[in-house]
């Protein structure tokens, strides 16, 4: 069975660009979770999804990120325009559903702002 | 605010001597524990959950509700047992919090 999927894998752009991460959660899982990972700190939640409905996207900052999960499966997370601060890890996971679900995790897009 | 506390940045620790990963939480009521790995070039994975009371890799961990810690610990560390580890938190269904980190090496 396939893990959850994350493309790219790295990501490099200037500052004040638009960046786009992608996420294939495991087949069947309902819930899918973004998370952002800072250097030297454990991830933290931007946003999750039950299917299509976002349902927890009190984290994230809505004045430059954006996501969807339009058919409840695939969903991307968009930043623009970039900020420095914004280099970190962004991870995506999944479960089958809500808590006490367990979260299966992606391999993470490490996005560079130059 | 739920709030998960790892003291320890990096603990190093030789091969074959035992292992104890600290984990301090914070929060009032009943929350669900776990314990998250992250080897080299992998993604993070669960490692194991409180309410599973199960040993894996040889892990076990303890939720002490008076001392409010689930402390992580291994009798004899192995090489291959090298990763970061990260304690997290969920209480009912808000999401998971993770602490910042430990990161184990063990020296042969």
């Known amino acids: 069975e396939a893990g959850v999927v994350q493309s790219p894998r790295y990501k490099i752009i200037e500052k004040k660009q638009p960046v786009a991460f992608w996420c294939n959660p495991i087949s069947g899982h309902n819930t899918l979770y973004w998370y952002l990972q800072n250097l030297g700190q454990g991830p933290e939640l931007l946003i999750r999804?039950?299917?299509?409905?976002?349902?927890?996207d009190s984290q994230l900052p809505k004045d430059r990120f954006s996501a969807e999960r339009l058919k409840g499966v695939d969903s991307t997370l968009k930043i623009q325009p970039a900020e420095l601060g914004d280099s970190a890890v962004y991870l995506c996971?999944?479960?089958?559903?809500?808590?006490?679900?367990?979260?299966?995790f992606g391999a993470g897009t490490r996005l560079s702002v130059l | 605010a739920q709030r998960v506390t790892q003291p320890e940045k990096l603990l190093s620790v030789f091969k074959g001597a035992p292992v104890e990963l600290k984990c301090n939480y914070s929060?009032?009521?009943?929350?669900?524990l776990f314990w998250y790995v992250q080897y080299s070039r992998q993604r993070l994975q669960l490692l194991l959950r409180h309410i599973s009371r199960e040993s894996i890799k040889g892990f076990t961990a303890d939720l002490n509700k008076g001392e409010t810690s689930f402390h992580l610990k291994k009798p004899f560390a192995q090489e291959e047992d090298s990763a970061m580890y990260y304690c997290?938190?969920?209480?009912?269904?808000?999401?998971?919090?993770f602490g910042k980190g430990t990161r184990l090496s063990v020296i042969a």
């Open positions: 997290a938190l969920r209480a009912g269904n808000t999401p998971l919090v």
């Open positions: 996971a999944s479960s089958k559903g809500p808590a006490p679900n367990i979260q299966y």
């Open positions: 999804y039950e299917n299509e409905e976002a349902v927890d």
């Open positions: 929060y009032s009521g009943s929350p669900e």
